[in-house]
């Protein structure tokens, strides 16, 4: 059995958002077990599973990202929506679109210290979508 549902995110402010709660409220009833992949609809955010005990993780990520891949528009040529723009597309390239997280006992198996996040790299990103495909 497959299903899919889209999950519409609220918009976030630019950062690393635990968003586990939110994404596990807005599916379906779960299989037995199974494959959950989710996949980011946008080329300026991503997703990454990580810690989720300490918040300080979430900002340490942000400000690693900025370094790596700095808002200098000297640097890039596609600069016409705004200095956040190319470095967001990259950002998000380098933590990917999507994740797999498997289903156990009609549950995420994550980790226990594991947490889905989006990762807003605009500073003004709007509303996200991530479209949930359940497979089991």
């Not at 059995?1 to 630019?14: D, E, F, G, N, S």
């Not at 990580?50 to 640097?75: G, H, T, Y």
């Not at 198996?109 to 089991?136: D, H, P, S």
Request: proline residues 7%; negative net charge.
């Amino acid at each position: 059995m497959v299903q899919q549902v889209t999950i519409k995110l609220p918009q976030y402010v630019r950062g690393i958002h635990l968003i586990t709660e939110r994404i596990v409220e807005e599916l379906p009833p779960l299989p037995q077990a199974g494959i959950l992949h989710l996949f980011i609809q946008h080329t300026s955010a991503g997703l990454t599973i990580n810690e989720n005990a300490d918040p300080s993780v979430r900002d340490d990520l942000d400000k690693f990202f900025d370094r790596v891949v700095p808002e200098d528009q000297s640097l890039y040529m596609h600069t016409q929506e705004g200095p956040d723009d190319m470095p967001a597309h990259i950002k998000a390239s380098l933590v990917g679109f999507s994740v797999q997280i498997p289903i156990t006992n009609k549950k995420l198996n994550l980790g226990i210290w594991q947490g889905v996040y989006l990762c807003e790299f605009r500073n003004n990103g709007g509303r996200r979508k991530v479209l949930a495909t359940i497979i089991g």
